[in-house]
């Protein structure tokens, strides 16, 4: 599915590299911490993540009017958050999201502009644990509303760097909870 998306974002984005009002971004998260309680033989521990993944992503938008586009993305970690589990065990998680949103934009001045997005998106937790006789890996998915605010300010033509707080649903699978909200710092390029 991975090698399908990426395959289709660089034709789409090939393709529509000459086209006016057509653009593309990429950003990134600070990496999250998180923490994961479980309850054995009637004690309950708490672990601290050990490995934590650093979320990227990937977007692209066509202007549909000055204070309104189009635009989807992705976005994942570079890698898996993993805890520590009792001796000898533990568990990854990764997690993802696609969306699709309407974006409107707000002009402050020349330079700077705010700007929010509401539309859909799908969240993706995959969970793996390792070990002696360890249960199968598992795949959770959920299709929720995508929110977000943030702030743009223009560096060049057609290149700003803009900050935002990404919002969508939350992920859960037996007893476990994956929170999708994250601020993300990127850039945008026109066409």
Not at 9 to 15: E, N
Not at 136 to 152: D, E, M
Request: net charge neutral; charged share 20%; hydrophobic share 40%.
């Amino acid at each position: 599915m991975n090698k399908f998306l990426c395959t289709a974002a660089i034709f789409v984005t090939t393709s529509l590299a000459q086209a006016e009002d057509f653009y593309i971004g990429a950003n990134v998260s600070p990496s999250t911490n998180g923490h994961i309680k479980f309850t054995d033989n009637g004690v309950t521990t708490q672990r601290d993540a050990g490995g934590k993944a650093t979320p990227a992503g990937l977007f692209a938008g066509y202007v549909l009017s000055p204070g309104w586009a189009l635009e989807g993305g992705y976005r994942g970690g570079s890698g898996a958050t993993s805890f520590d589990l009792a001796p000898g065990y533990q568990l990854k998680a990764r997690d993802s999201a696609a969306y699709l949103a309407a974006r409107g934009s707000w002009q402050l001045d020349d330079d700077w502009s705010l700007f929010a997005k509401a539309g859909v998106a799908q969240g993706r937790m995959a969970l793996d644990i390792s070990g002696k006789d360890a249960p199968a890996g598992t795949t959770t998915r959920k299709t929720g509303a995508y929110l977000s605010a943030g702030v743009s300010y223009l560096i060049g033509k057609d290149v700003a760097v803009q900050l935002e707080l990404e919002h969508t649903d939350k992920l859960k699978h037996e007893g476990l909870t994956s929170t999708m909200d994250r601020y993300a710092l990127g850039l945008r390029f026109g066409f």
